[in-house]
């Protein structure tokens, strides 16, 4: 409803007394010194008068203001991550920092490769991704292909209260419970590793994955289903090999924006995986991701002005750009590989 | 089987016309079942941590645990401090979140031209809503704590919040508002109404309980969130409820962090207990916002 009604757009000018002395309505009680509207015969009811022009004008503005905060919050983030880690450039390059493989900020010398902390996240994602990206497009498609409304109605919510334990709760169940289960499998696992935080992780985007992929693939036309089963498909056929490719850019889009959850998660590595930052693949060593890196630094109170205190912004600013880019992937897929029915 | 060797081809023998048809039914089925345990094993998973979180923290549960403030003592500490501390981040990232956020999608769905702008606050809303809640938290370090001088507040720590759940809120709040049929605003314009008077007095009062339940589920995640508080400087030793706007604080998402970092059995189980209550306050608030959809909701 996009639709201008006249009273806003003839502006906040006030009539002049002559407009107003023609006009044959009664006066505004909530205005009642005020001008009428314009003059133009209304009929019965309240005029359109200064006051209520003026009002409608303000509030447009007001609420023009608060859609505002949004781009002031963008803005905000980019400046203060970009100041910051401006300082910590100066001392140290951005392809040192890019391309180093030892990250040791308290050493003397000290070094500022990043990548053994991306390397952290990186392995955490993917782990979690191993979990959550086939047992979520598989929940996607039983609540979406064979589910009935009363089981779905039972089981959807109960995915997003797995998707609403805070990620302490989550970190504290990998480190007290997960990690000893996995050490008691395979003993040469340290306390602090990538495994049993990539474990709960994945189950924690698991309903991201489901709610997003059963979205676009209920979003499938059933002419599509119909057709198939015309053809003699089966209900196996007509979901893996009709529906899921008609769904293909939602399903990416949610596995993409389900792993850059992962990356920016932190309570759960923070607790779980370690503050060893190390160039491994090796899922059973303490390691440290990005995140953790910064909770862990920040939680220390650093001096302000430090170039410790700017290595936590040059990481966050690592991370955001990671992220962002990762959204932008995914609404990217979605809105140009979607297939357009109708 | 009788019949012509064409037939035989198309019930199922050797040949181009190859049905398998059992074959393939039994794949099928395989695969229903697995889909099934795919759903079924995240729920296992919940059913399991919330055992296991039981287990490990209700005999710690006590009136006294409640109302005590931290210790160094396993047996006398408390999460009194942290409880009020999460009410006071609570109610200041509502204060703040809850205008801003129905203001803005107000103006998205009801004022809002079709023009660029608008495009590029929405497409900003969506990206801001997958930026890493820790990233907050330095926006909140550099802006509110710093460049505001709020310190390392209870204020400071509201306002993050706030920035936080805001895509969360302007998202819901549209999609409730985009959900009131547009026949409702005509007829409210041919009374002559002026549009905030038909947004205020029509459009809102539909919309609401859509828009409660969303800010509802906002609040439920920023009180279960501890990274941005981190940052913006929560974790220090809080022996007492904040009194003021501008005290030190800690909220109980924090406590649990800080007992989870202990090596003592003792404060593991403390976290547990502090995990229990702060599920229950979670499941509090969603099951008033699951009261809210199902008894306010209308179908048009």
Redesign the interface.
């Known amino acids: ?2 639709q201008e ?1 006249r ?2 757009e003839e502006g906040a000018g006030r009539p002049t007394p002559a407009e107003a002395a023609a006009s044959v309505m009664p006066q505004s009680p909530a205005a009642p010194a005020a001008a009428f509207g314009s003059g133009r015969p ?1 009929g019965l ?2 005029p ?1 008068s200064g006051a ?2 003026r ?2 004008v303000i ?2 503005n ?3 203001a ?2 505002a ?3 002031l ?2 803005i ?2 980019v ?3 970009v ?2 880690a401006f300082g910590f450039f100066r001392e140290v390059s951005v392809f040192e920092f890019l391309t180093g493989t030892e990250w040791t900020p308290l050493f003397r010398p000290p070094r500022f490769g990043v990548l053994p902390l991306i390397a952290g996240s990186v392995l955490i994602a993917a782990g979690a991704a191993l979990v959550a990206l ?3 497009l ?2 996607a ?3 979406s ?3 009935h409304g009363r089981v779905r109605r039972i ?1 959807k ?3 997003e ?2 998707a ?10 990998a ?3 997960v990690t000893p289960l996995l050490r008691s499998i395979w003993p040469q696992i340290e306390v602090f590793n990538g495994a049993s935080a990539a474990l709960v992780m994945g ?1 924690m985007i ?2 991201m994955v ?1 709610s997003l992929s059963e979205d676009a693939l209920s979003a499938v036309p059933s002419a599509l289903r119909e057709g198939a089963y015309a053809l ?1 498909a ?4 007509v ?2 090999r009709t529906v899921v490719p008609a769904a293909l850019s939602g399903i990416f889009a949610s596995f993409i ?1 389900a792993i ?2 992962a ?5 759960i590595v ?2 779980a995986a370690g503050l060893t930052p190390k160039l491994t693949l090796n899922p059973f060593e303490s390691i440290e991701t990005m ?1 953790a890196y ?2 862990s630094t ?2 220390g ?1 650093v001096p ?1 002005g430090t170039v410790e205190y700017q290595t ?2 040059a990481v ?1 600013l690592t ?2 750009v990671i ?2 880019l ?3 992937i995914s ?1 990217v897929v979605l809105a140009r590989y979607r297939e357009v029915y109708e | 089987m009788t019949g012509s060797p064409r037939t035989r081809e198309l019930a199922g023998g050797p040949g181009l016309f190859n049905t398998r048809h059992r074959f393939r039914t039994r794949v099928g089925s395989a695969f229903a079942v697995l889909c099934f345990l795919a759903t079924v094993v995240g729920i296992f998973f919940l059913a399991v941590l919330l055992v296991d979180i039981w287990r490990d923290g209700a005999h710690r549960l006590s009136l006294d645990f409640l109302r005590n403030g931290q210790s160094r003592f396993p047996d006398r500490t408390g999460i009194k401090p942290a409880l009020y501390g999460s009410l006071w981040v609570l109610l200041i990232t509502a204060v703040v979140s809850f205008p801003l956020g129905v203001g803005t999608a107000i103006w998205l769905e009801e004022y809002a031209p079709n023009s660029r702008l608008k495009k590029l606050i929405q497409t900003n809303i969506a990206n801001l809503a997958g930026v890493p809640s820790i990233v907050y938290g330095m926006l909140g370090l550099a802006i509110f704590v710093r460049a505001m001088a709020m310190g390392r507040s209870v204020l400071a720590a509201g306002f993050t919040l706030a920035l936080l759940i805001l895509p969360v809120i302007i998202i819901a709040s549209q999609e409730a508002i985009r959900a009131v049929p547009s026949s409702i605003r005509l007829g409210a314009y041919a009374l002559g109404a002026t549009r905030w008077e038909m947004i205020r007095h029509h459009v809102l009062p539909i919309a609401l309980p859509g828009i409660l339940t969303g800010t509802i589920l906002a609040l439920s995640r920023a009180i279960g969130e501890a990274a941005p508080l981190i940052i913006v400087g929560a974790l220090a030793f809080v022996p007492l409820p904040p009194r003021g706007l501008l005290d030190d604080f800690t909220v109980i998402p924090i406590q649990i962090f800080n007992w989870v970092s202990r090596p003592q059995r003792e404060f593991q189980e403390i976290a547990a207990a502090g995990s229990i209550v702060l599920l229950v306050v979670l499941l509090t608030l969603n099951a008033a916002a699951i009261y809210l959809r199902n008894r306010y909701s209308r179908k048009w």
Request: proline share 5%.
């Open positions: 409803m996009q009604p009273v806003t209304r009811g309240r359109v209520r022009r009002r409608e509030i447009r007001v609420l023009f608060f859609s905060v949004s781009i919050t963008t905000g983030i400046f203060a991550l100041r910051e086939p047992v979520g598989a929940a498609i039983f609540l292909e064979y589910a089981i919510p109960m995915l209260i797995l609403g334990v805070p990620t302490v709760v989550y970190g504290y169940f480190l007290t419970f189950v698991i309903p489901s003699g089966t209900r196996f056929e979901a893996t924006l850059s959850r990356i920016g998660e932190t309570m923070t607790i995140t910064i909770a920040a939680a109170d302000h936590i912004f966050a991370l955001f992220t962002l990762m959204n932008i609404n």
